[in-house]
Nanobody
Framework: VQLQASGGGLVQAGASLRLSCAAS????????MGWFRQAPGRERDFVAG????????YYADSVKGRYTISRDNAANTVDLLMRSLKADDTAVYYC???????????????????????WGHGTQVTVSS
């Protein structure tokens, strides 16, 4: 699966932004998806995950209540709606697809980078305070 993330940009604190990840070259609907982010000098951190059906979603505590992950299996896309953005949200955001098709995972497994096989190139989100 090839992934392409888009939608990043420079926004002010408190604003909203929607990221989108387009998938191609695989059976998108069979794989869970995740969003991660990496700030300068920091490790890549889990942000949100969604099951292959879209029924189950998982969030890092730092974004819970502000971010919403969703997917459109007909369009092969997964989105991340980010609200009430803070300066600490500044990072490169990456989408990723899971290794195993039709898998059911717990929240802890979604948060591990090793759960995912394919990664997009990332899109920069910068939040000015």
């Amino acid at each position: 699966v090839q992934l392409q993330a888009s939608g990043g940009g420079l926004v002010q604190a408190g604003a909203s932004l929607r990221l989108s990840c387009a998938a191609s070259g695989g059976d998108f609907a069979r794989y869970c998806m995740g969003w991660f982010r990496q700030a300068p000098g920091r490790e890549r951190d889990f942000v949100a995950g969604i099951s292959w059906s879209g029924k189950y979603t998982y969030y890092a505590d730092s974004v819970k209540g502000r971010y919403t992950i969703s997917r459109d299996n007909a369009a092969n896309t997964v989105d991340l709606l980010m609200r009430s953005l803070k300066a600490d949200d500044t990072a490169v955001y990456y989408c990723a697809s899971c290794r195993r098709p039709l898998a059911y995972y717990d929240a802890e497994t979604y948060a591990r980078a090793t759960t995912y096989e394919s990664w997009g190139h990332g899109t920069q989100v910068t939040v000015s305070s």
